[in-house]
């Protein structure tokens, strides 16, 4: 019997290629109509692409990392399912809400639309309802490599909860291992591996390959523009924040249930607003193209924020115009919508000047790679508690150290320099910020 064809159907806005993210299916799957079959990044989105009929998995068009162009075929099934319903396969694909391009932040940052959740957050097929019986035990079925078969979200999840799939037991064809397995892993504490621990003594050898691809490919593009093309060069100071410290306290303590509460950032982000008029070639943008470098008047912070799916730059836009629980509230809004998948395009884009903070792993220092197209970047470091000599005397005070990163093209050390001071200034003596 002749097997069914399903190829990429016309995703719209004159998208002519998508890049294949990851499968939610494997040969010998069964699948039902609008089940999960792969999902698929464009330079739009992240679509997910449902199955257009009932069906059996025979054959996959398309490893991790491949480009797939409008047309090309994608998935195979046996010739025995249902028909196809009438609803074209292009009406039936779930577009995530589209977001733009990544841009280059600290370390890695990105704007790029986030993937879909992991297959156990899709429907799920009859086969993947429940949790597999116990079997005698038995080695879970292995693929290529000696390496237990399972889907890269399944293999993400894994590496999450620090579980090596090699002992879990997989319900699917072959052995395959679903989320539904590892669920039931997680949730008897690993004991349906039925197996004893293996020795401290016992060699690891096993080298697992990751495909770079998707969001974690245009990271990696941003992060190389900004590194080739920007000349960085670095400025390290230390700041003390007692007094900050003091004034924050006291605000959480007297704030009412509708302000948010507040850590340094929020400080900084007005400290910043207020030296930019003096600094103004540090809050720029330079277009290499037509060889400008535009300054702004306003200030529009972008803050780099750690997400499950990559690092995001959600941008405060108009700080000048904020007062400290506005700046403190907007920052909060953002950085949730960047973790939860649903920042705009309008959220992600526009930035001015970047922010990075490691918060309480924020160690002694670093060298921030610039957002570009910006000029400048200010790290910031976790605040401690330190001896430092004033005025003779040995006190115990509150030290935050900064770093910061320039592109020399537009700004000169001595330049660059004066700004760190000037916010310096600001930190150590907060009644300036609100002057």
Not at 166 to 173: A, I, L, Y
Not at 225 to 250: A, C, G, N, W
Not at 252 to 270: C, G, H, S, V, W
Not at 322 to 344: C, P
Request: charged share 25%; net charge negative.
């Amino acid at each position: 019997m002749t097997n069914r064809e399903f190829k990429l159907p016309d995703i719209g806005e004159g998208v002519v290629e998508g890049e294949v993210v990851s499968w939610h299916v494997a040969v010998g799957d069964s699948v039902s109509e609008d089940d999960p079959l792969l999902d698929m990044m464009t330079d739009k989105a992240t679509v997910t692409i449902p199955s257009p009929f009932d069906g059996s998995v025979v054959a996959l068009h398309g490893e991790v990392g491949d480009m797939v162009a409008v047309g090309s075929t994608l998935v195979e099934f046996s010739g025995d399912g249902d028909a196809p319903s009438e609803a074209a396969p292009a009406d039936k694909a779930k577009a995530a809400e589209p977001e733009p391009e990544p841009i280059a932040a600290p370390v890695a940052a990105a704007s790029e639309p986030a993937p879909k959740a992991a297959p156990a957050a899709a429907k799920p097929t009859p086969a993947q309802s429940a949790p597999a019986p116990a079997a005698p035990a038995s080695s879970p079925a292995t693929g290529a490599g000696g390496r237990a078969l399972a889907s890269p979200a399944v293999r993400r999840r894994a590496r999450e909860a620090d579980i090596d799939l090699s002992g879990v037991r997989g319900s699917g064809p072959a052995g395959r291992i679903r989320h539904a397995d590892l669920d039931a892993f997680i949730a008897a504490d690993g004991a349906v591996l039925g197996a004893p621990p293996a020795a401290y003594s016992t060699k690891r050898t096993d080298v697992e390959e990751i495909k770079v691809v998707g969001l974690r490919r245009k990271i990696a593009e941003a992060m190389v523009i900004s590194k080739r093309s920007i000349p960085h060069f670095s400025y390290f100071e230390e700041v003390d924040v007692t007094e900050l410290e003091d004034l924050r306290q006291m605000l959480n303590a007297t704030r009412d249930e509708t302000q948010p509460k507040l850590t340094y950032l929020p400080f900084i982000m007005l400290a910043l607003a207020r030296i930019m008029p003096r600094h103004p070639e540090c809050n720029a943008l330079y277009d290499e193209e037509e060889n400008v470098v535009r300054r702004h008047a306003a200030v529009h912070l972008g803050i780099a924020t750690q997400t499950e799916r990559g690092l995001f730059v959600p941008v405060v836009k108009h700080v000048e115009a904020m007062d400290v629980w506005q700046a403190a509230g907007e920052m909060q809004r953002l950085s949730g919508a960047a973790r939860g998948g649903t920042a705009s395009l309008d959220d992600l884009t526009g930035s001015t000047f970047t922010i990075t903070s490691l918060g309480r792993d924020g160690g002694l220092g670093a060298t921030p790679i610039i957002n570009h197209p910006e000029v400048a970047i200010l790290g910031v470091h976790k605040a401690r508690e330190m001896p430092v000599v004033r005025k003779g005397d040995i006190e115990v005070r509150r030290i935050m150290n900064l770093s910061s990163s320039f592109d020399h093209r537009v700004v000169d050390g001595a330049n660059g320099a004066a700004m760190v001071q000037s916010l310096k200034r600001m930190l150590e003596h907060p009644a300036l910020i609100f002057m």
